[in-house]
């Protein structure tokens, strides 16, 4: 089997095209994620950034384009597949078993992952090897003082960090960001922004988000979404300084 180059992105986007009747979602959108990088993706409400989420994870088929992952044209593997090539991904809206505790979501995710069947749910966490890579995860995300907690229990910010340990659970080559700041308190932001800093050298990054704060102290390159198209794209200062992203998007307000 080929290596993959270190010097190849892990994640490219050619050409992706996605249209529901007349709308054109996503217009001929090219992408890439570096390894050791957090690419942010931005826009305004509408621009297309959920349909793109779903392209690269499988959940939205395109219409045309290419989607390499790893080297791989992963362009007509299902959500299952992708996953298991390694790509990671949180959601919007949290994705976790809130009857189950802490640790026993990680170690379902873990068991989930080494290929193991779901019958026996809750024998899951009384494995020791599942345990011990549970909470490995949990200490990477600072959630090992709560692995005995009821996942439902847990604060909004904390199920963010859980859902961060779910996706870190499949052993990820790139980890895809779906607005892991949503409904996030300033506390909380600050700890999910060090948590991600902290996993950069482990793992590349997709980061769609709309807290402009937490991409710009995250991102070593921004790409702006607008009406399904790049309009640009470069280091956080090349970004902030653009006309066009600011009349797009920041415009609004000088001072944004």
């Known amino acids: 089997m080929t290596a993959q180059d270190p010097k190849a992105p892990i994640l490219e986007l050619k050409a992706l095209n996605k249209a529901y009747g007349a709308l054109q979602v996503t217009r001929d959108l090219s992408l890439a994620v570096m390894p050791g990088e957090i690419h942010a993706v931005i826009g305004p409400n509408g621009a297309g950034k959920t349909t793109l989420i779903g392209q690269i994870s499988g959940e939205t088929s395109s219409d045309s384009g ?138 590349p990054m997709l980061l769609v988000e709309h807290d402009m704060g937490a991409v710009f102290q995250l991102a070593d390159r921004i790409s702006v979404l607008v009406y399904g198209e790049i309009v640009a794209s470069g280091m956080p200062e090349e970004i902030r300084a653009d006309p066009k992203v600011r009349q797009a998007y920041l415009g609004e307000d000088d001072a944004a």
């Open 66 to 203: 290419q989607v390499v992952f790893g080297g791989k044209d992963v362009t007509g593997w299902c959500v299952a597949s992708r996953a298991r090539a390694g790509l990671g991904r949180t959601f919007q809206i949290t994705a976790i078993l809130p009857e189950f505790t802490v640790l026993e979501n990680v170690a379902l995710g873990v068991q989930a992952h080494q290929g193991h069947s779901f019958r026996f749910l809750r024998a899951a966490a009384s494995d020791q090897k599942l345990n011990d890579k549970a909470l490995q995860i949990l200490g990477d995300v600072g959630l090992a003082e709560r692995a005995a907690l009821r996942a439902g229990s847990l604060s909004h910010g904390e199920k963010r960090m859980l859902e961060l340990a779910l996706a870190l659970a499949v052993e990820p080559k790139l980890l895809l960001l779906d607005e892991p700041m949503a409904g996030t308190g300033p506390d909380e932001t600050a700890r999910l922004i060090g948590i991600l800093k902290s996993l950069k050298s482990r793992c």
